[in-house]
């Protein structure tokens, strides 16, 4: 017997979770400092976990920290094809159950695991994001415990909002509503390295609307989604709804892509790899059930552009944080600036002098801003652009260019200056402290403003910096299609959710807004339900009677 059945129950409006500063002599920096040393302390096994149930494979990984890549935070089991089947069946043997509990109590579950974030969990998730993954306390902060914490809360009250979305009107005699019913099937959630906010999302947004779930983490960071699996089941929700599953991609993933019990794939990551299930999805699609809905979000080659008329302290401010803030490894970092010519002079002084001030190294030490990148495939990567615009005729490095994988993958943020407004690293992706500026003649501010939008391929963030209204106004109809979130006088990183919904297009992926109703509406198939009070008599109609 369901006793909420007689109620209309409206959940808590939501209100974006308060940021810890973590400042000197604060209760909140002894605490994460705790917090960290317990972590850092222990080893742990981190298991699959598959309808509710701890699964050892055997064939493990490891969690390292960056920073120090000797020291082991956890091993962890890695799923096979058998694992990968068998939370298949988990997954849909849990669908009945979940769909069929009323949105409000699915709703009361996610708001559980938000307060149990917000407070008893608050130090533990923040420190294990920082020593798994190198964030410093502020970008561990706004991540780890504040976006994740207004995705879950912000996304229950988007669902209240999608199920109260009617028909206007019922014809006399009838009555007319929607059912948002869960797809028909299960859920892949496949999850980046550089977000546990967006781990939680990716899972618990099609969760919250009925959904049954194999979160896939990436495998350079299990150890927060784990812990996130931890949360989830003191918070109550039940066996099977979210099955852990981390493995490598090619197995987990192809087992899950060639189900036919697939009802959708939830994704941030590469667009290499993006594209491939997009065309695994193609090639299996008369094996499906239903089509599988596809939403992802990839990567970026975010711009700072800068008109003539703009502020060169917060233009400065701006190149320095949305570009090496958390190493650069965000999908909204500047990775390319445009700075007229007669602002550069000044603007490179600021930078210089900014950038020689900050400091690189461990988590631990707060004065840090700059941690280590997340493994040695991407200290590879980025030392490789480096080392190539160091030796190009066509650019030269202005600040940073060292790179240290000694003791942790460490490399300096890295600004270069190029002539070539198309230069290798003007248009590929980096994922790195890497800033490449080309500083353009004042008067040619129209023709730049289209080079910036014909030069990558992707659309997911941007910047403009100006004072000239009209300049700006050039600006958003010349850059309309390149960023799906545009920002006017300020750096191009740190959309909140409820505010600036983030997603972009192109290349960027599906841009369906993560931190929006819209994207809730991806992982239900609306069934639209007319009831007839005075059902038709006769089949004859009046202009059918004789003369």
Known sequence: MNLLNNSIIRVPEPVNEPQFDYAVNSAARSQLKRALSELAAKTIEIPLIIG?????TGNRGQVVMPHQHAHKLADYHQAGEEEARMAIQAAMDAKTGWQRLRWEERAAIFLKAAELISGKYRFQINAASMLSTSKNAFQ???????????FLRFNVYFAQTIYAEQPLRSSKGTWNYTQYRPLEGFVLAVTPFNFT???????AAPAIMGNTVILKPASSSVYTPWLLMQIFKEAGLPDGVINFLPGPGSVVGDVCLASPHLGGVHFTGSTAVF???WKTIGKNITSYRAYPRIVGETGGKDFIFAHASADVDSLATACVRGAFEFQGQKCSAASRAYIPESLWPRVRGILETEVGRIKMGPVTDFRNFV???ID?????TIRSAIEYAKTAEEAKIVTGGGCDDSQGYFIEPTIILTTNPKFKTMQEEIFGPVLTVYVYPDEDYPETLKTCDETSVYGLTGAIFANDRQAISQAMAALENAAGNFYINDKPTGAV??????????ASGTNDKAGAASNLMRWVSPRTIKESFDAAGPFDYPFMQAE
């Open 275 to 277: 594209q491939h299930i």
């Open 497 to 506: 959710v409820g505010q600036q919904p983030f997603g972009g297009a192109r």
């Open 52 to 56: 509710g149930r701890e699964v050892n």
């Open 371 to 373: 941690n280590a990148v």
């Open 376 to 380: 040695k495939g991407a200290f590879d």
């Open 197 to 203: 906010a967006i781990a939680g999302n990716l899972a």
């Open 140 to 150: 561990a902060e706004i991540d780890a415990a504040c976006e994740l914490i207004d």
